[in-house]
């Protein structure tokens, strides 16, 4: 999320360097929040920009998202709760 807090960078950056060092000689990556997630729902697609993804399964690198996220991250705060625990959640 950009211009968020410097409490949720570190616990977001924390976490992708976690992966990443667990990750590592593995075929799975972590992905930072540049990275949109594309979500196919029933009647439309949505894009989301998770704080931290993991693509086991890439995408073309011509591609400008990911479609399948073994794992996504979500650092949540009070302003964020609602849409990373709801809609998102739910897609």
Excluded: W
């Excluded at 616990?11 to 992966?19: E, K, P």
């Excluded at 992905?31 to 894009?47: E, Q």
């Excluded at 400008?64 to 302003?79: H, K, L, M, N, T």
């Amino acid at each position: 999320m950009a211009g968020a807090r410097n409490v949720h960078n570190l616990i977001a950056s924390n976490t992708l360097v976690s992966l990443g060092s667990r990750l590592r000689g593995r075929r799975c990556r972590p992905y930072n929040s540049d990275t949109k997630i594309r979500i196919r729902l029933p009647s439309h697609i949505r894009f989301y920009y998770p704080d931290v993804s993991v693509i086991c399964r890439p995408n073309p690198q011509t591609d400008s998202f990911q479609d399948e996220a073994a794992v996504v991250v979500e650092v949540v705060s009070r302003r964020t709760r609602r849409t990373d625990e709801g809609e998102k959640k739910d897609a």
